[in-house]
């Protein structure tokens, strides 16, 4: 059965790369689960794409040539294709599309609850309103990905609400998250990888915030933030077992406050 789905814009169809193999599907190409999606990294790069010659159809990659900037109605496309597989673990959406409402139902009110992966970074509109869809019908969520979504405080409340099992979220560009969505954030105790690069309404309140609910995060991201001396203190004080830290473009911190790490 399946599991994981990568839905691109580009793609390539490796049935007529091997003539050989007729069982292969010319809707489907394999993807063996190797790739890598960091958390720095907007886009899923697999490390080996080709034809899957036994039965083990658990990866796959959804080719759907679609226009850049295309709209997706609830009852076209992905949709159907994913209501269809009651065991999906891994969705990624890496085509430009705008999710649409209707009726109350739209794309992410087809997913079941077995998702473990979910990568919206190419969806253009996600509001708080689909963060509110997502984290009822994903609870056993545990890598979540966004960017430039217009999410707010109250999409972080859902999060924290309804996806106590998250451990890496990229929030790349979601601007309209501040301090007190960062407390919420860090109320979720099994969190480790945080992505916050280019909230710029995120200060050194908010990482307090953050890293004192859970001291137990690993992995940070705060590029372009206005995290200052202040935040430095409070992540060499709270934080554990820090690995990763990016303050790139921080302009509010100084090399002194930088040897304190």
């Known amino acids: 059965y399946i599991e994981h ?23 489907l190409a394999t993807l063996h689960s190797n790739g890598n999606t960091d958390i720095n990294s907007n886009i899923y790069t697999p490390n080996r794409l080709h034809n899957n010659n036994n039965n083990n159809n658990n990866n796959i990659i959804r080719k759907i040539p679609r226009p850049s900037g295309c709209i997706l109605d609830c009852d076209t496309g992905i949709e159907k294709f994913v209501s269809n597989i009651p065991n999906l673990k891994t ?76 451990v890496v979220c990229n929030l790349y560009g979601c601007t309209k998250i501040t301090d007190h969505g ?17 909230c710029n309404q995120i ?7 953050l890293v004192y609910n859970n001291p137990n995060i690993t992995h940070l991201s705060l590029q372009c933030t206005n995290i200052a001396s202040d935040g430095i203190e409070y ?27």
């Open 91 to 166: 969705l990624e959406i890496h085509i430009d599309i705008t999710v649409v409402m209707q009726h109350g139902i739209c794309l992410f009110s087809y997913l079941p609850n077995t998702i473990t992966c979910l990568n919206l970074t190419s969806v253009t509109n996600i509001g708080d309103k689909y963060m509110n869809i997502i984290s009822k019908h994903c609870p056993n969520l545990e890598k979540f990905y966004l960017s430039y979504s217009t999410i707010t405080d109250i999409g972080i409340s859902y999060l924290k609400n309804n996806c106590n099992k998250l």
């Open 203 to 209: 200060t050194d309140i908010g990482i307090k915030a």
């Open 235 to 261: 992540l060499t004080t709270y934080l554990e077992a820090p690995m990763y830290i990016n303050l790139n473009y921080s302009y509010k911190i100084q090399f002194l406050d930088l040897s304190r790490l």
């Open 182 to 198: 960062l407390g919420l954030l860090g109320s979720i105790s099994t969190l480790r990888k945080i992505n916050l690069d280019w």
């Open 5 to 27: 789905i990568y839905f691109i814009s580009d793609y390539i169809d490796l049935s007529k790369r091997n003539n050989n193999n007729t069982k292969t599907n010319k809707k």
